[in-house]
């Protein structure tokens, strides 16, 4: 007779944050919960530093970080970006781009730091409380939104920041919702999700939703799907996929209808003023509709400019992949006005070297969260489909999901 003695991994821990730990946790937590305001950017990179000064001496002077090859490569980056800043006409802009810059290597730094043995659970309580933070944020920002309707997507076109106080700065923190999700309900169908879970992923989802942010919403979709198909045995995986393809074949079948019904749901909405910002949705439905349909749509449309951005960069990319818009109108990525898509406008502004030098550590990170296909997926697609590079994405891209999955391979509770 065998006797089967089940092992139960502790989900707490009694860890210790230490000082340079909290000013860690401010740091993450005060830029995932940004403010539109000036002061923004520059308190937080004084943050980062003061956080770096803490961590110099069993850091810094034993070389620990130089062992980490996305470090080394973004480093490499941001000295190039700062040789090179001179070649701008906007020099305020592109300093300021800089700082941007060297706050996402404090978090590559972070990252490295924490990832060593004696650290990982610190972080794993760090992120704990981020993800009760995010929640609070989400919650928040519910309420905004439906005090001032449509004011992410304001802000995001520069038409308005409601005088600064704009909670998660934007669509940030739907970005990072829409990355942390799939893991949530990788969570449940591996049938250890928590109400407190269930709670977190739906203010997320409605948060997500808020900010009408159409690209953000289906991408949240796709990645939460991916992840469901890609959680359980190899049977549902094979159930899941064949589901999936049904689906697309129905939708291809009979995508007149489902156009009808898109234009048909968002008929008489439209955007005539900022009261009624949030109808944008709407009027992508009725855009997206008629791609379906098998019509064009009109110029000047909001879908036919954003295509427009993806595609006109092209030309500029082939004519010049090495050196991209450098001696032309210099490092500033902002100095294109076909600025959609992070990893179109990196190869126009900068050519495939520093492109890659910029993007390439960020993907690397992948291998850290590899189990988790939908989180990466909805990483991928926003780099390509929206101007993403924000504090936010990076946390949740080189911090958060890394050690979340750190989290599961410990059957450690998220939250």
């Known amino acids: 007779?065998?006797?089967?003695?089940?092992?139960?991994?502790?989900?707490?821990n009694n860890v210790r944050l230490r000082l340079a730990d909290y000013v860690a946790l401010l740091?993450?937590?005060?830029?995932?919960?940004?403010?539109?305001?000036?002061?923004?950017?520059?308190?937080?990179?004084?943050?980062?530093?003061?956080?770096?000064?803490?961590?110099?001496?069993?850091?810094?002077?034993?070389?620990?970080?130089?062992?980490?090859?996305?470090?080394?490569?973004?480093?490499?980056?941001?000295?190039?970006?700062?040789?090179?800043?001179?070649?701008?006409?906007?020099?305020?802009?592109?300093?300021?781009?800089?700082?941007?810059?060297?706050?996402?290597l404090i978090l590559y730094i972070m990252a490295a730091y924490y990832s060593q043995v004696n650290k990982i659970d610190k972080m794993v309580l760090?992120?704990?409380?981020?993800?009760?933070?995010?929640?609070?944020?989400?919650?928040?920002?519910?309420?905004?939104?439906?005090?001032?309707?449509?004011?992410?997507?304001?802000?995001?076109?520069?038409?308005s920041d409601l005088g600064g106080y704009m909670i998660g700065g934007g669509y940030q923190l739907a970005y990072i919702s829409a990355m942390i999700l799939p893991v949530i309900v990788d969570r449940f169908?591996?049938?250890?999700?928590?109400?407190?879970?269930?709670?977190?992923?739906?203010?997320?989802?409605?948060?997500?939703?808020?900010?009408?942010?159409?690209?953000?919403?289906?991408?949240?979709l796709i990645g939460c799907f991916v992840s469901f198909a890609f959680s359980g045995t190899k049977k549902k995986k094979i159930v899941s996929f064949s589901v999936?393809?049904?689906?697309?074949?129905?939708?291809?079948?009979?995508?007149?209808?489902?156009g009808d019904f898109l234009i048909n749901?968002?008929?008489?909405?439209?955007?005539?003023?900022?009261?009624?910002?949030?109808?944008?949705?709407?009027?992508?439905?009725?855009?997206?509709?008629?791609?379906?349909?098998?019509?064009?749509?009109?110029?000047?449309?909001?879908?036919?400019?954003?295509?427009?951005?993806?595609?006109?960069?092209?030309?500029?990319?082939?004519?010049?992949p090495i050196w991209g818009s450098i001696f032309t109108t210099g490092v500033n990525p902002s100095a294109s006005n076909y600025n959609d898509s992070t990893i179109i406008t990196a190869l126009e502004t900068w050519g495939i070297p520093m492109a890659f030098m910029s993007l390439y550590p960020l993907i690397h990170k992948?291998?850290?969260?590899?189990s988790y296909i939908g989180s990466i997926l909805v990483v991928v697609i926003t780099l390509f489909l929206n101007p993403s590079e924000g504090f936010s994405l990076y946390a949740g891209a080189i911090?958060?999901?890394?050690?979340?999955?750190?989290?599961?391979?410990q059957e450690k509770e998220l939250i």
């Not at 760090?126 to 304001?154: E, H």
């Not at 999936?244 to 489902?258: A, E, W």
């Open 1 to 12: 007779m065998k006797l089967r003695i089940k092992r139960k991994l502790s989900t707490k």
């Open 27 to 104: 740091f993450l937590g005060f830029g995932i919960g940004r403010t539109t305001q000036w002061f923004y950017r520059p308190i937080l990179l004084v943050i980062g530093l003061c956080w770096m000064f803490l961590i110099v001496k069993n850091f810094f002077i034993k070389n620990a970080f130089l062992k980490d090859s996305s470090v080394i490569c973004y480093l490499l980056f941001v000295i190039i970006y700062g040789v090179l800043i001179l070649t701008s006409s906007d020099i305020s802009t592109t300093i300021g781009y800089w700082g941007s810059y060297l706050i996402y």
């Open 126 to 159: 760090i992120c704990r409380i981020l993800l009760l933070w995010i929640g609070i944020l989400s919650v928040f920002a519910i309420l905004y939104y439906r005090a001032y309707p449509g004011a992410a997507r304001l802000y995001a076109t520069h038409r």
């Open 189 to 220: 169908f591996k049938k250890r999700g928590t109400l407190k879970l269930l709670l977190l992923g739906v203010v997320m989802v409605i948060e997500i939703y808020m900010t009408t942010s159409v690209i953000t919403m289906l991408t949240m």
């Open 244 to 258: 999936g393809g049904m689906l697309l074949i129905l939708f291809l079948v009979f995508r007149n209808y489902i």
């Open 265 to 320: 749901l968002a008929v008489g909405k439209v955007v005539t003023s900022f009261s009624d910002m949030n109808n944008a949705t709407f009027v992508r439905m009725t855009e997206i509709g008629t791609m379906l349909k098998g019509n064009s749509i009109a110029n000047g449309s909001a879908m036919s400019l954003r295509l427009d951005n993806y595609l006109r960069p092209l030309e500029d990319i082939v004519k010049s």
């Open 366 to 370: 992948f291998k850290k969260y590899k």
């Open 399 to 409: 911090i958060m999901l890394p050690t979340l999955e750190y989290m599961d391979s």
